[in-house]
Nanobody, 123 residues
């Protein structure tokens, strides 16, 4: 009923830039937050960026990407972007889109995940 579809992954050189996109579709009443996570081989999934409904600049980043990654959202299109700058080898991972939303006015908030997109940082 709700789908999150990521795009934009691929190969990027160290120091380069890449933009990931995630589009949410289906039965959506309201979105509370959209986030990007990543998971490298042998490591736990980690949050890399979050944007919350309720104000401009309501974002959150871990220290590992702060100043290099920027998350933004198009509320009208239910789309979230992740701009990755100054890419590092350790940014290599599968990146997952995540949304916390309601499907109706009376349903409880639920969490949905995309299928993931591979980002490889390599020279």
């Amino acid at each position: 009923q709700v789908q999150l579809v990521e795009s934009g992954g691929g190969l990027v050189q160290p120091g380069g830039s890449l933009t990931l996109s995630c589009a949410a579709s289906g039965s959506i009443f309201t979105i509370y937050a959209m986030k990007w996570y990543r998971q490298a081989p042998g490591k736990q999934r980690e949050l890399v960026a979050a944007i919350f409904t309720g104000g401009v600049g309501n974002t959150n980043y871990p220290d590992s990407v702060k100043g290099r990654f920027t998350i933004s959202r198009d509320n009208a299109k239910n789309t979230v972007l992740l701009q990755m700058n100054s890419a590092k080898l350790e940014d290599t991972a599968v990146y997952y889109c995540n949304a916390v939303l309601r499907t109706t006015a009376t349903s409880p908030p639920n969490t949905y995940w995309g299928q993931g997109t591979q980002v490889t940082v390599s020279s």
